[in-house]
T-cell receptor, first 115, second 109 residues
Framework: ETGVTQTPRHLVMGMTNKKSLKCEQH?????MYWYKQSAKKPLELMFV???????ENNSVPSRFSPECPNSSHLFLHLHTLQPEDSALYLC??????????????FGPGTRLTVL | GQNIDQPTEMTATEGAIVQINCTYQ??????LFWYQQHAGEAPTFLSY??LDGLEEKGRFSSFLSRSKGYSYLLLKELQMKDSASYLC??????????WGAGTKLIIKP
């Protein structure tokens, strides 16, 4: 495996379910990100981790819970979601957090549908 | 507030040239990125500008004017595979990446 991988690619869940999204990066990067992408809206940054420490939490509802057990893996735990949470959830990584040429490498995303 | 503006959709003809504009108002500036995103796929990095001027990379070029808060992505010799969304993103003074909503580019034969 190379780059950034995400599983599952598609997920349908009811509002009372609990599920988890998984992201893995094989690039040796120190920073990882969760984004939400809704149609015709800018990417919404949800969480940022640097060396397994959370450095950013952009007022995300508590029904989304991130976990970063090591610098290569990132999880997003989901519970009691709402239909408006249906979106594409993208994971990304970069060498470091910050400006300069720290381009982000994205995974293919998980298409989430909440019924 | 912080804001990135880019056109929602553009149409161009195969073989032609198209320019996608991006204007930004952010608290500070530490660089501007362009990404390409094909439908149903992950965004992929195209270019990065931090100084004024034009950066050329094959058929794609990106321009930046910091004084005007303005950038454009220029695509030459358009191919059908260039049909995609193009995302503009700016790194602000806190090194947070602020994203535009993207420009959907439709290429017609």
């Amino acid at each position: 495996e190379t780059g950034v991988t995400q599983t599952p690619r598609h997920l349908v869940m009811g509002m009372t379910n609990k599920k988890s999204l998984k992201c893995e990066q094989h690039l040796g990067h120190n920073a990882m990100y969760w984004y939400k992408q809704s149609a015709k809206k800018p990417l919404e940054l949800m969480f940022v981790y640097s060396l397994e420490e959370r450095v950013e939490n952009n007022s995300v509802p508590s029904r989304f819970s991130p976990e970063c057990p090591n610098s290569s893996h990132l999880f997003l735990h989901l519970h009691t979601l709402q239909p408006e949470d249906s979106a594409l959830y993208l994971c990304a990584s970069s060498q470091e957090i910050g400006g300069g040429g720290n381009e982000q490498f994205f995974g293919p995303g998980t298409r989430l549908t909440v019924l | 507030g912080q804001n990135i503006d880019q056109p929602t959709e553009m149409t161009a003809t195969e073989g032609a040239i198209v320019q996608i504009n991006c204007t930004y108002q952010t608290s500070g500036f530490n660089g501007l990125f362009w990404y390409q995103q094909h439908a149903g796929e992950a965004p992929t990095f195209l270019s990065y500008n931090v100084l004024d001027g034009l950066e050329e990379k094959g058929r794609f070029s990106s321009f930046l004017s910091r004084s005007k808060g303005y950038s454009y992505l220029l695509l030459k010799e358009l191919q059908m595979k260039d049909s995609a969304s193009y995302l503009c993103a700016v790194t602000d003074s806190n090194y947070q990446l602020i994203w535009g909503a993207g420009t959907k580019l439709i290429i017609k034969p």
